[in-house]
Nanobody, 124 residues
């Protein structure tokens, strides 16, 4: 069982930056594939970014490439999402998710554990 707690959300002006963090419980954190997703009002949840167990492999949604960066610290059981050049369209609740190391599904799929989410609001 993995528990995930996000933090770092808030209100920021367009062009600004925020850094989201996700703290995970459990000794097996270093084996999990981690991801960030977001859901805006009236829209489906969408994939944002993912990172493999050792941080070597990352993936991003086209909408955030070049602006967002995902990273992890296995010693601290944390995964972060640095968000730069934020746009009003980035406004959403951001969720951290963990995937067990089973098989090799696409980075957008297969997540078993989810955090409660943190609100990010970007004003124009």
């Amino acid at each position: 069982q993995v528990q995930l707690v996000e933090s770092g959300g808030g209100l920021v002006q367009a062009g600004g930056s925020l850094r989201l963090s996700c703290a995970a419980s459990g000794r097996a954190f270093s084996t999990y594939f981690m991801g960030w997703f977001r859901q805006a009002p009236g829209r489906e949840r969408e994939f944002v970014a993912s990172i493999n167990w050792n941080g070597v492999s990352t993936a991003y949604a086209d909408s955030v490439k070049g602006r967002f960066a995902i990273s992890r610290d296995n010693a601290k059981n944390t995964v972060s999402l640095q968000m730069n050049s934020l746009k009003p369209d980035d406004t959403a609740v951001y969720y951290c998710a963990a995937r067990l190391p089973l098989g090799a599904p696409p980075p957008q799929q297969g997540y078993s554990y989810w955090g409660q989410g943190t609100q990010v609001t970007v004003s124009s």
